[in-house]
């Protein structure tokens, strides 16, 4: 069956330095795929969109890798603040796929001061 | 541009009973689906509208149900309620009927409480 593994619950890192969350896929073709913040008691908000035929995408402290290949994306939040602090969710959709998105368990990142 | 409205917030009912959730998308949005979030399931898919009719759905059982209504709105019903149900349900509304190229906006969710 599809699977996505977020492959951290939880990640804690210092002020200043570059998070990296990761998000696998398994048994599953996608030509899109999603990141999304969520905050505690609230929607799960839209960062960036990653097309299959694109490696990587930016939007400014945000980068995000797609390797169909090893079937992964790497999420990175670089010179991360406190602010950062939330939960990330990767998102897999296909047109193909007869369900619609299909969402990982998300990782919950901390940015201590 | 107002976002996604969910009512109500937060609502307790009893093993049972039924319970109706409402959402009200973006403006100009026709597609509307749901979502059920649990902290052991994580997020996961009940069904999309889309100009009144149900386009896909997920692996819940028929207890779950919904509808839209010519103005976009969405309810979705759950009855006979059951503890599992306890969770965060969330309305996503998007733009396009292509949908799978186009961003979901969330609701604040609907918070149900089965005790």
């Known amino acids: 069956s599809q699977k996505i593994e977020q492959n951290s619950e939880a990640l804690n890192i210092q002020e200043g330095k570059t998070a990296t969350l990761t998000c696998n896929y398994t048994?599953?073709?996608?030509?899109?795929l999603q990141w999304y913040r969520q905050d505690p008691g609230r929607g799960p908000v839209f960062l960036l969109l990653?097309?299959?035929?694109?490696k990587e995408k930016r939007k400014e402290r945000l980068k995000v890798t797609f390797d169909t290949t090893l079937k992964q994306s790497l999420f990175h939040i670089t010179a991360s603040q406190p602010a950062d602090s939330a939960t990330y969710l990767c998102a897999l959709d296909s047109p193909s796929s007869a369900s619609k998105i299909i969402f990982g368990s998300g990782t919950r990142l901390s940015i201590r001061p | 541009k107002a976002g996604v409205t969910q009512t109500p917030r937060y609502l307790i009912k009893t093993r049972g009973q039924q319970v109706t959730l409402s959402c009200s998308p973006i403006?100009?949005?026709?597609?509307v689906s749901w979502y059920q979030q649990t902290p052991g399931q994580g997020l996961q898919f009940l069904f999309e509208?889309?100009?009144?009719?149900?386009?896909n759905k997920g692996n819940f059982p028929g207890r779950f149900s919904g509808r839209q209504f010519s103005n976009s709105r969405s309810e979705m019903n759950v009855s006979t309620l059951e503890l599992g149900d306890s969770a965060l349900y969330l309305c996503?509304?998007?733009?396009?009927?292509?949908?799978?190229?186009?961003?979901?906006?969330f609701g604040p969710g609907t918070r149900l409480l089965v005790l």
């Open positions: 403006s100009g949005h026709r597609s």
């Open positions: 990653i097309r299959e035929n694109e």
């Open positions: 048994n599953y073709s996608p030509a899109y």
């Open positions: 996503a509304s998007s733009l396009d009927p292509a949908r799978h190229q186009e961003t979901q906006y």
């Open positions: 509208y889309f100009s009144e009719t149900q386009r």
